[in-house]
Structure formats: C-alpha cells, structure tokens
C-alpha cells in the first residue's frame, strides 16, 4: 500500500511562488504515475497534471499550463509541484495521488495553500 | 474545470437506494474512457471507491456499484447509511483537453 506524505501550510503573497513536496512509502516510486490535483475552498476537484517516473515526462492541465512545475526526485520517492504567478484564487488545497492506470489509487493528506496580501 | 455534470445533491433515508449520475460527452466517457468514483468525506482527502467503471477496491462494502452507458455514468448507493454522508465525484479523462476531468460533484445527506 502507497503511503504519501506531503508538506505543511503555506501562505504566500500574491505574484510569488509556492512548491509543496509529496513523500512516497510502500510500492515502487518509479512504477506509477504521480498528479496534482486542488480544491479550493467549497469547490470541486481539478487536476492540475502529472509526472510519469519512469519516462521522465511531465504533463499539464491545459490551464495551468505556463505556471506549474511537477518533477520528482527518485532517490528520495519525492515528488514537487510548484505554482508560480500566484493569485487569490490559487487559494486552494492541493493534493498528489498516485495512479497506475487512470484511476487515482492512493491520495495524499493535502497541503492548504493560501494567497493573500 | 469540471467538465462531467453531477446533481449538486442527492438525498435518501437510511435503508434506502440513491443514485448519481454523471454526464459527459464525446471526448470524454463517449470516447470509452474509463470513469472512476470517489468519495470524500468532510475534511479529509478523495478515496477511491469504484476504479474502471464498475470494480470495487478492496475494503469497498458493496453497497456501492456503478455502471457506464454512452456518454454517461452512475454510482449506486444500496442500504444507505449515515457514514455515506460524503461528497462524491465521477473522474475521467478528456481526449481534447488532454487531461484528467472530474464531476462537478454531488453531496449525499441522509435524512
């Protein structure tokens, strides 16, 4: 079983950046797909995009295209997702999940992510 | 953005079936995509309950099935129960969007 593990809080100001980490245990880090997904506040799920251990590939959400950065540190079973030009309405909780097929298997706790002045 | 519609919200008696549907379109569950379930309970994260359209993981009562027809979806609730209380969510993937889609999700009170 995956266990993910990700960074604490974080409140940034508008313009800036912010990168929250996601720790993997259990199963094999290079063998299944890690993604991004957020939830503002009161508001549905969104996927942001993914990164592919084995190819060594990211993939984006067309919306966030431009703006977010997923990589992963195989040494480590870590994987980063940073959110650049940050706004009000990046405020949000931000999740990483596992996948091997399409299916998002395993979730982390959620790091709250907050943007204001 | 949620490109799968879901009812905002359902509601039924303990005991009783409720059902949620979830509507896509051609790029996405009409392209044969897979659609996946997940409830979230409040505060905590999404779990997987239904993966590939109909299989159950492990440790999912099967009180839950859900089925996949065209360009639609739905989850089934049988013998609901207060634990069901939750927000639930449909997921595929979109073949012009090139992404991972969700519903708009649906919230299950029992009465």
């Known amino acids: 079983q995956v266990q993910l593990v990700q960074s604490g809080a974080e409140v940034k100001k508008p313009g800036s950046s912010v990168k929250v980490s996601c720790k993997a245990s259990?199963?094999?880090?290079?063998?299944?797909?890690i993604s991004w997904v957020r939830q503002a506040p009161g508001q549905g799920l969104e996927w942001m995009g993914r990164f592919i251990p084995i190819l060594g590939i990211a993939n984006y959400g067309q919306k966030f295209q431009g703006r977010v950065t997923i990589i992963a540190d195989k040494s480590t079973s870590t994987a980063y997702m940073e959110l650049s030009s940050l706004r009000s309405e990046d405020t949000a909780v931000y999740y990483c999940?596992?996948?091997?097929?399409?299916?998002?298997?395993?979730w982390g706790q959620g790091t709250l992510v907050t943007v204001s002045s | 953005q949620s490109v799968l519609t879901q009812p905002p919200s359902v509601s039924g008696a303990p005991g009783q079936r409720v059902t949620i549907s979830c509507t896509g379109r051609s790029s996405n569950i009409g392209a044969g995509f897979d659609v996946h379930w997940y409830q979230q309970l409040p505060g905590t994260a999404p779990k997987l309950l239904i993966y590939g359209n109909s299989n159950r993981p492990s440790g999912v009562p099967d009180r839950f099935s859900a089925s996949k027809s065209g360009t639609s979806a739905s989850l089934a609730i049988t013998g609901l129960q207060a634990e069901d209380e939750a927000d639930y969510y449909c997921?595929?993937?979109?073949?012009?969007?090139?992404?991972?889609?969700f519903g708009t999700g649906t919230k299950v009170t029992v009465l």
């Open positions: 999940a596992t996948h091997s097929s399409s299916s998002f298997d395993y």
């Open positions: 259990g199963g094999t880090f290079s063998s299944y797909t």
């Open positions: 997921q595929s993937y979109d073949r012009s969007l090139s992404g991972y889609v």
